[in-house]
Every structure is written in structure tokens, then in C-alpha cells.
């Protein structure tokens, strides 16, 4: 008994502490995706899985930001909570050097339902949203928030394992 809990926890434990690695190739022309998440106490215990063309790249928790490289052309940007499996997504073109700016906010048309029928996921509502915001919202609201690391992966090294 004693070992299976110890493997319970286990998998618990590297279940939540996974870092995720950003497979994308570095270049000068990259544009820059500028991600933060507000702090609210709708879902504040829940974190927002970023993904960038179906790639899961972050885990984004509240008071945080991150700065995503992303190459030209059209990506298709989305997130979700960690618990559920909903996604509010975004497409969007990207162009060489820009810069990109979205809020991170819990739904608020997830919270009526969650609490009539706590436990059971409403499969029709993304547990976040993605709000495009300007540069100047962007550094107004996110000025005191804690930066996340992106691990990046060298698309040429996978080529190579």
C-alpha cells in the first residue's frame, strides 16, 4: 500500500512540474508574441496552458508573463485551462519583427455553470480567453508581474536524435 501511494505521488508530482520545450528554429525575422496573465479569483488556482499551432509551449500562471519568438506567417494561437480541455484560439499572421500583445483572462461564462455543477467540465466554454491588447495596455497592466521561461528547442537538434 505504502509504495503505491508513493508512486501516486510521484506522478502527481512530475505531472505538475513538466516543463514543456518550444520547438522552434531562432531567427532575426521573428515576431514576438507578449502574453500576460491577470490576476482575478475566477480560476486563480488553474493554470493557463499556452499553445502555439497545437503546440503546448507554457504554463502561464496568474501575475505572470511571457515573451513568445514566433516565425512569420499564420499561427494559430490558443489557451486553456490546465483542468479542462477547451481552447480559445486566435489566428493570427504574423509579420516579420512585430510585436504581439494578448491578456490572459479567465471566462467568465465558465464560473455560473462550474458552480452549479461543481467537478464536471463544460465541454462548450474555454476556461480562458485570449484578448488582443496594444503595447501601452500591455506594459500599463503588466508592469509588476513575474516573467515565466520559455524553453526552446533548436528544431536542427531534433532532426539530429
Not at 55 to 76: D, F, N, R
Request: proline letters at 5%; a negative charge.
Amino acid at each position: 500500500m505504502k509504495k503505491l501511494c508513493l508512486f501516486l505521488m510521484s506522478l502527481m508530482m512530475f505531472g505538475c512540474t513538466g516543463i514543456t520545450q518550444y520547438r522552434h528554429q531562432i531567427s532575426e525575422n521573428d515576431g514576438t508574441i507578449h502574453l500576460y496573465r491577470v490576476e482575478e479569483l475566477n480560476a486563480a488556482g488553474m493554470n493557463a496552458i499556452f499553445y502555439v499551432d497545437d503546440q503546448s509551449i507554457l504554463k502561464l500562471g496568474t501575475s505572470h508573463y511571457a515573451e513568445v519568438p514566433i516565425s512569420p506567417g499564420k499561427h494559430t494561437i490558443s489557451v486553456k485551462a490546465d483542468s479542462t480541455t477547451q481552447k480559445m484560439t486566435y489566428e493570427l499572421i504574423v509579420e516579420p519583427n512585430q510585436q504581439y500583445y494578448f491578456m490572459v483572462k479567465a471566462n467568465p461564462d465558465r464560473l455560473g455553470p462550474q458552480m452549479l455543477i461543481p467537478f464536471i467540465e463544460i465541454v462548450s466554454i474555454p476556461g480562458f480567453l485570449l484578448i488582443k491588447r496594444d503595447k501601452a495596455t500591455y506594459l500599463q497592466e503588466s508592469t509588476h508581474f513575474q516573467p515565466e521561461t520559455i524553453v526552446l528547442t533548436n528544431l536542427d537538434s531534433l532532426a539530429v536524435q
